[in-house]
């Protein structure tokens, strides 16, 4: 509990894309992310995180509601012409009404993305920032700042999601990649988005209640529109290959050429890719240099000691991993593992570590048990992190981690993957299924599936995703007879 014996402050910071392994806390050598880090250092670091599913309005949603997309209905982009369902189910609970009913001011800014309605107040933030319409904020942004700017982008919030950032002078079809923002940082959606968070998180601190502060930045999300000096900070010449960029996919499903196809990136070779990854990671530590004025202005406030900060993303990145650009139905490492750190001086103890199983879907559940506010009486999938924050392991915790993915602009496409110890198994219905070592092959190059002395495991395996299949209600689970007999 906090020093003030009142529930603490909960400021969550939400990424986009981005993969733990270009975070130097997670192991990077290249990428630089110091505030990043330096939160790790300052509390905890959790090793074995996964999202739910490796795609934004799902995610979000998960994260929201604390169940997986099978149970709130968001099961793709909300904001295209083949989005399955535009919002959560009707009556679903999410963390920030049950907070705000608990006495929390509450406030959000940035990428939203969950809904294509009613945003952010619809869901219990009693204040709300720019969002996902904010290209007229930014427009006054830039007069206030006297920097150059232009019109508002009109967009349809029924079929166009806004631009992600302003500029990118290197597309593959019907996708931009990257190119230099010849705008500061503080003319950018991030810049915006930060300096609304800390105009409300200075309003809120002022006032009596214990605050919610979520911040969702946009990036390093593509297109990777990156300002100096981030645009110059990482030479493409300098940065080596992936260590799995030469996938061939021998054994593998034929989702991965296909993917090259779709992205227009088949035949690229890695000094092709090089000047992407090199946007990419110079976003990255632009994000974390962002994350770190957050982190000072919490400082200088005084309400460190009373807040439990939270640093995660919603998915991560291939940017080149397997030769792929973007994400789409590849339950890879680089997509599935995020980062996630928590810091909250008094509780937990600096440089922690957990390798305990650990999800995005399940800070619904943290952050209301560590203020204090009973869960809902509805089926949740979402467990609270708060004992792992304390260092302390429940003896029933979770052995197994599911995620799940039911299709993305190309198309619907089931899929489930479950890592269990060393392996990863993903069960593809209409495709080859996969089977990684990921201690022997960490960059999941070869597929065992098809290996018959691993036969029992993988029986095993596929007993432990018929399970949670049935235990989650998981509408897949009935049709799976291989899994399910």
Request: charged share 20%.
């Amino acid at each position: 509990m906090s020093r003030t014996n009142r529930p603490p402050n909960i400021v969550l910071v939400l990424l986009d894309q981005l993969r733990a392994d270009v975070c130097g806390t997670y192991g990077s050598a290249i990428c630089r992310t110091p505030h990043l880090d330096r939160i790790a250092a300052q509390g905890i670091r959790f090793d074995r995180a996964y999202t739910p599913i490796g795609i934004c309005s799902p995610a979000r949603a998960s994260m929201l509601s604390g169940t997986y997309p099978h149970r709130h209905g968001v099961l793709n982009n909300v904001h295209g012409p083949d989005a399955l369902q535009v919002d959560l189910r009707p009556g679903t609970p999410v963390y920030p009404a049950l907070l705000r009913d608990a006495g929390y001011a509450t406030s959000y800014t940035g990428k939203w993305h969950v809904d294509i309605e009613d945003g952010p107040a619809s869901k219990g933030f009693t204040h709300v920032g720019a969002c996902d319409d904010y290209m007229p904020a930014l427009a006054e942004q830039r007069r206030r700042l006297g920097l150059p700017h232009t019109d508002p982008i009109a967009f349809d919030r029924s079929t166009t999601y806004p631009p992600l950032s302003a500029r990118a002078t290197r597309t593959v079809p019907g996708f931009p990649l990257e190119g230099r923002e010849t705008q500061p940082v503080e003319g950018t959606p991030q810049g915006l988005f930060l300096e609304n968070a800390l105009d409300a998180m200075e309003a809120m601190r002022r006032g009596d209640a214990p605050f919610l502060l979520v911040l969702s930045f946009l990036g390093p999300h593509w297109p990777y529109s990156v300002p100096e000096p981030w645009w110059s900070m990482y030479d493409p010449a300098a940065i080596p290959p992936w260590p799995n960029w030469e996938d061939d996919f021998t054994g593998k499903p034929g989702a991965n050429r296909r993917g090259l196809q779709h992205f227009g990136v088949e035949g690229w070779t890695w000094q092709d890719w090089a000047p992407t990854v090199a946007a990419y990671l110079g976003s990255v530590t632009m994000h974390d240099e962002l994350i770190g004025r957050l982190v000072a202005a919490l400082d200088a406030g005084g309400a460190a000691e009373d807040t439990l900060l939270i640093v995660t993303a919603d998915h991560g990145d291939l940017c080149g991993s397997h030769r792929q650009f973007n994400k789409g139905p590849l339950m890879y490492e680089e997509v599935y593992r995020i980062p996630l750190v928590a810091r909250w001086p008094g509780v937990i103890a600096p440089q922690s570590a957990s390798d305990a199983y650990a999800s995005s879907l399940d800070l619904f559940a943290t952050m209301l048990d560590a203020a204090g506010v009973a869960l809902p009486d509805a089926p949740l999938d979402s467990r609270s992190l708060l004992p792992l924050l304390r260092g302390e392991t429940p003896q029933d915790w979770r052995d197994s981690w599911v995620s799940e993915f039911h299709g993305d602009e190309f198309g619907l496409y089931s899929q489930r993957m479950l890592v269990h110890g060393r392996h990863k198994l993903v069960y593809n219905p209409h495709d080859v299924d996969e089977l990684y070592d990921l201690v022997a092959d960490p960059h999941e190059l070869r597929n065992l599936s098809a290996e018959p002395s691993l036969a029992a495991l993988r029986d095993d395996l596929e007993s432990r995703l018929a399970q949670w299949m049935d235990a989650t209600g998981d509408p897949l689970g009935k049709y799976a007879y291989n899994l399910l007999g």
